[in-house]
């Protein structure tokens, strides 16, 4: 593995599924985060972990719930998912031993359609 | 809150020069980033800003105005593969970014 990934790459689902998006990334980076990017909107965030074993809701966290049992894996699910959760979703990380620098590295990206 | 706005789109001829203009308004300033995402594909980095003044890397530079809330990437002598959306964010602490919604740059032959 370098650097992060995303699965699955996409995905359709029945409205009122449950669903998990898996992020992975071996760069040992503490912070991690899950965004949505919607045409028009650019990226929002979802929810955020600064450190194994701590979550943050971000800008649009209804509908999303998330984990951080280790550094390396943040997954991402939706417990009954909605059309409106129709989206792309990446996963990123970064170094926060770096301060204010807080360069982002983003997954592919999985692309999940609900209907 | 957050506000970060940049044009939607713009259109340049390979060769030219083409200039993405970002204004924030944010509570917080820790730094400004701009990324390229290539349509279908992940956002990738490619500049950061946090004292005022212009840095340049190759093609591609970044300027940052923080006492107007103001930056621009600057790309010169474009070329086809540049056509891209560019993201515009902004540091404003707690390890997160916000983002614009995005410029869409067409390169024309």
């Known amino acids: 593995i370098a650097g992060i990934t995303q699965a699955p790459t996409s995905q359709i689902l029945a409205a009122g599924r449950r669903m998990t998006l898996r992020c992975t990334q071996d760069m040992r980076h503490n912070a991690m985060y899950w965004y949505r990017q919607d045409l028009g909107l650019g990226l929002r965030l979802i929810h955020y972990?600064?450190?194994?074993?701590?979550?943050g809701k971000g800008e649009v966290p209804d509908g999303y719930s998330v984990s951080r049992a280790n550094t390396d894996d943040f997954p991402l699910t939706l417990a009954s998912a909605v059309p409106s959760q129709t989206s792309v979703y990446f996963c990123?990380?970064?170094?926060?031993?770096?301060?204010?620098?807080?360069?982002?590295?983003f997954g592919p990206g999985t692309r999940l359609t609900v209907l | 809150g957050q506000n970060i706005d940049q044009p939607t789109e713009m259109t340049a001829t390979e060769g030219a020069i083409v200039q993405i203009n970002c204004t924030y308004q944010?509570?917080?300033?820790?730094?400004l980033f701009w990324y390229q995402q290539h349509a279908g594909e992940a956002p990738t980095f490619l500049s950061y800003n946090v004292l005022d003044g212009l840095e340049e890397k190759g093609r591609f530079s970044s300027f940052l105005s923080r006492s107007k809330g103001y930056s621009y990437l600057l790309l010169k002598e474009l070329q086809m593969k540049d056509s891209a959306s560019y993201l515009c964010?902004?540091?404003?602490?707690?390890?997160?970014?916000?983002f614009g919604a995005g410029t869409t740059v067409t390169v024309r032959a």
């Open positions: 972990s600064n450190t194994a074993g701590t979550t």
């Open positions: 990123a990380s970064s170094d926060s031993a770096r301060g204010d620098y807080n360069e982002q590295f």
């Open positions: 944010t509570s917080g300033f820790n730094g």
């Open positions: 964010a902004v540091s404003s602490g707690d390890y997160k970014l916000s």
